[in-house]
């Protein structure tokens, strides 16, 4: 599966958006999701997953009660809607795929990877 992640830009502290991720081949329904980011000079860190069904999410605490993952898989689809951005969440945000189904916080756990979003979040 090849994964196409978008809707990246600048934005200042306390605005919102919203990134997808677009994957291809007839299978999304099967993949747990995931996002990731990095930020210069970090290590690539945890954002949140979601199940192959929407029906489990998980979320980093930094980011808990902000970042909203959702996907429709007829869309072959997978959104992060990121409101209260802070300048500490200025990053490349990834996508990955889990054939395994759920997801998981460990980078890991997934097989397929898109290529990043720039996120910027200025004070």
């Known amino acids: 599966v090849q994964l196409q992640a978008s809707g990246g830009g600048l934005v200042q502290a306390g605005g919102s958006l919203r990134l997808s991720c677009a994957a291809s081949?007839?299978?999304?329904?099967?993949?747990?999701m995931g996002w990731f980011r990095q930020a210069p000079g970090k290590e690539r860190e945890f954002v949140g997953r979601?199940?192959?069904?929407?029906?489990?999410?998980d979320y980093a605490d930094s980011v808990k009660g902000r970042f909203t993952i959702s996907r429709v898989n007829a869309e072959n689809t997978v959104y992060l809607q990121m409101n209260s951005l802070k300048p500490e969440d200025t990053a490349v945000y990834y996508c990955?795929?889990?054939?395994?189904?759920?997801?998981?916080?460990?980078?890991?756990?997934?097989?397929?990877w898109g290529q990043g979003t720039q996120v910027t979040v200025s004070s």
């Open positions: 081949g007839r299978t999304f329904s099967i993949y747990g």
């Open positions: 979601i199940s192959w069904s929407g029906g489990t999410t």
């Open positions: 990955a795929a889990d054939p395994g189904g759920w997801g998981s916080s460990a980078a890991s756990t997934y097989t397929y």
